[in-house]
């Protein structure tokens, strides 16, 4: 139904009109039962796709199946009943900062091919008041919801402890965790952020919060696919030496031969290429597999970058990711993806004879 009604549709419009009307879209159908219900209809060729052996648990979170909406969809929190109701078992809502922002000049948002996109949004946000004025509506829903914290533009590095800890003060009551996100490319020494004593700065202020706020919840830090094995190593201290939940592996990636796939011109044009790219998705699954073997699994990998299908979410759990994040792909393969990537996993599991999402985890990097 999707791609026959409602992509040609929406297939004119601007990368980020799409998205933007996409999401009030999914916003609106969440507002009635009988709206929601048409939506179900949407999901996986008019069923919602769920079965026992999808549940994993994240972190101490229980999830229904191992496929999440990743930051970037709903920076707003406008839609997590509808992207739930399409199969999705959670949400990472954000990148949410502390006052809003406009973010970069548009257009900011391209599509480079089908399903491949560019974007340099530059944390638009509507601050975390109207973020948790959103996600009021939700409470006592029982939808996992990660909050993704950033921090506005004009904060200087050395106050970005602070300003990560009061998002993660205002919107602690709606988290199922919190991420964070110090490797998008489009704010301007946010990367240098993901260095081990800033980083600890940060994952400390945020920690010191969650204590006074009644207690620790998951806490993940999402990495760029660029990042050195070294510059990884002190990702993986500072999350051991911290009692982190794990890493979110990866954002965007800035890389211009992957831009100039696409043309010449997209060479030197600023920001992060996501989605449908196979060199891409090789870094951030490379990505997953070096965190994991480094901890011998011993933390939580959150695994995103290209994931569009049942095979692609595979390769990314194989390679360590307990569960998977899409984005980009939600414009491609529609309303359906999640239920379709969750019912091949089920068949992937029964061809091959595994019991449980936790044990195809890592099993491509175990020696
Ligand atoms: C339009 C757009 C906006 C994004 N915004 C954020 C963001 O605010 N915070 C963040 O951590 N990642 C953001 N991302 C990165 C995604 O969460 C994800 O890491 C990346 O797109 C790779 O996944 P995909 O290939 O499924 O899109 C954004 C991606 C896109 C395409």
Redesign the pocket.
Known sequence: MFKKFIDPVLMRLD??TW?TRAREALHLAETTPFTLKLLEQCADHHRRFADERLRVVLGGIELDNPVLV????D?AGRAVKALHTLGFSGV?V??VVAYAQEGNPKPR?FMLAPGV?L?R?G?N?PGMEAVAHNLKRYNGSGIPTGI?L?KNKDVPAEDAPHAHATVAERLYDFAAYF?I?V??PNTPGLRALQDKNPLTDIVQAVNETMDSRGGRKPLFV?IAPELSPGAVDDVIEVVLDNGLTGI?A???TVSPDIKARYGERWRNEAG?V???DPD??SM?TGQVAYIYRQTKGKIDIIG?????DAQTALEKMKAGATVV??????RGEGTAVAGRINRGIVDFMEKEGVRSVQELVGIDVKQ
């Open positions: 990368s980020e998205h990743g930051a970037g969809w920076k990472e954000g990148t948002q996109t974007n949004l944390f946000s993704s950033g991420a996100n490797s998008s999402k979110i990866t954002n965007t992060g996501s989605g449908n891409y998705r951030a995103v970058g290209g994931v569009k994040q899409v984005v980009t792909a939600m």
